[in-house]
Structure formats: structure tokens, C-alpha cells
């Protein structure tokens, strides 16, 4: 199985400012076609998850540009410039080039 | 608008059997592959079990491979989770997802299932 490792955030952070969540897959997640099979999904508190970027760098309808995905075929940063109060949540990381369908353990938004 | 709605949880003994169903509305769920997802309390997220479109293939991890089962009726817009030999490590919400492309777009508002004696 591919294991997703994501990393930690320096919580709380100060509204305004920019935070930066990494994942690391144990497998590159580069397809055949070109495509990175990585995606990023925000758990709002008390909510279901929603999809934020796939493709590794493709941001979901309605998602804000304050979002933005990047990364190689095993390293991958989800960087949100500005951070407001609605970003706070859990983010995860899941890859989607291979079964089982794997998820990071999730990394915590908190503002200050 | 697309809307995905679970139900068919609640409280189970262990080794007892359960049947989730999500009703989709808002797309037409036919060209759709749809997929089940889970959260034990507190915990992240794990895949559960996919279907394809038609339904004629169906996917699942090793953890519940043999156990569970994915269906689909295609004119009812319902999908089914089939969840036998239940164990007390099933205990979680069960998020019903939509497969867009290689991504789960969609997700419904979850139903809890507890195994517990």
C-alpha cells in the first residue's frame, strides 16, 4: 500500500499570515499520462470533507486561489496565503494512483 | 445541486450484519463510479469500498475485503453498503463519495455506524 506521511503546522496560526502543509507519498504519484494522482480535501470542524485541489495542483470549483497545490511525484505542499477563519480544519492528503485508496493521518489548522 | 444522503446506521453487536444506503440526486448517477468512505472517532479518513458506474466491478482494502459489499441500483440513484461479521473497529461515520475523475468530489453529511455488545 502506499503510506502518505503528512506533516505537522506550527499552531496557532496568526490570521493573515500564510501556512504551508507538506505530504509525502511512498510511491511516486506520477501517472503515465502526466497527471499527479494527489489530492487535497479540508474537514471542517463538525463537517464532511470537501475537495480542495486534485491533480496535485488543480483547485476544485469554488475553491478560493488563496489555495494553491504543488509539488514532485512523492513531496507535496498545499500552501493557503492568508489564512482566514474559515480555513480552520483538518487537512488531508490521499493519493489516487493505485488501490487501496490511501489517506495522510490529516494535519490541524488552528488560528490565533 | 448535488446531494448525497446516507442512512441505515446505528447501533450493531459484533458479528451482526448492517445494510447503508445513500440516495444521490442533483447528476445523472449512472455515469458516475461512487465509493464509500469512512472516519473512526477522532480518527482520519479510510477508504471503504468502490463501484463502477454500471456496476459490474467493485474494489475494497484488505480490511473489509470479504466482509463488505458494494451495490448499486442505477434506476433507484441508490447505492448500498452490505457490511457483514461486523467488528468493533468498524465503528465510524460512513461518508458516502462521488468519483469525479481521480479525486472523490462530492461527499454526503455521513452516518454513524457503532458496533459495541
Known amino acids: 500500500d502506499i503510506v502518505m506521511t503528512q506533516g505537522a503546522l506550527p499552531n496557532p496560526v496568526p490570521s493573515g499570515e500564510s501556512a504551508s502543509i507538506t505530504c509525502q507519498s511512498s510511491?511516486?504519484?506520477?501517472?503515465?499520462?502526466?497527471?499527479?494522482?494527489l489530492n487535497w480535501y479540508l474537514q471542517r470542524p463538525g463537517q464532511s470533507p470537501q475537495l480542495l485541489i486534485y491533480w496535485m495542483s488543480t483547485r476544485a470549483s469554488g475553491v478560493s486561489d488563496r489555495f494553491s497545490g504543488s509539488g514532485s511525484g512523492t513531496d507535496f505542499t498545499l500552501k493557503i496565503s492568508s489564512v482566514e477563519a474559515e480555513d480552520v480544519g483538518v487537512y488531508y492528503c490521499q493519493q489516487f494512483l493505485e488501490y487501496p485508496r490511501t489517506f495522510g493521518a490529516g494535519t490541524k489548522l488552528e488560528l490565533k | 445541486e448535488v446531494q448525497l444522503v446516507e442512512t441505515g446506521g446505528g447501533l450493531v453487536q459484533p458479528g451482526r450484519s448492517l445494510k447503508l444506503s445513500c440516495v444521490a440526486s442533483?447528476?445523472?448517477?449512472?455515469?458516475?463510479?461512487m465509493s464509500w468512505t469512512r472516519q473512526a472517532p477522532g480518527k482520519g479518513l479510510e477508504w471503504v469500498a468502490s463501484?463502477?458506474?454500471?456496476?459490474?466491478?467493485?474494489y475494497y482494502p484488505d480490511s473489509v475485503k470479504g466482509r463488505f459489499t458494494i451495490s448499486r441500483d442505477n434506476a433507484q440513484n441508490t447505492l448500498y453498503l452490505q457490511m457483514n461479521s461486523l467488528r468493533s473497529e468498524d465503528t465510524a461515520t460512513y461518508y458516502c463519495t462521488r468519483r469525479g475523475g481521480h479525486y472523490f468530489d462530492y461527499w454526503g453529511q455521513g452516518v454513524m455506524v457503532t458496533v459495541s455488545s
Open positions: 442533483g447528476f445523472t448517477f449512472n455515469n458516475y463510479w
Open positions: 463501484i463502477t458506474n454500471s456496476g459490474g466491478s467493485t
Open positions: 510511491k511516486s504519484l506520477l501517472h503515465s499520462n502526466g497527471k499527479t494522482y
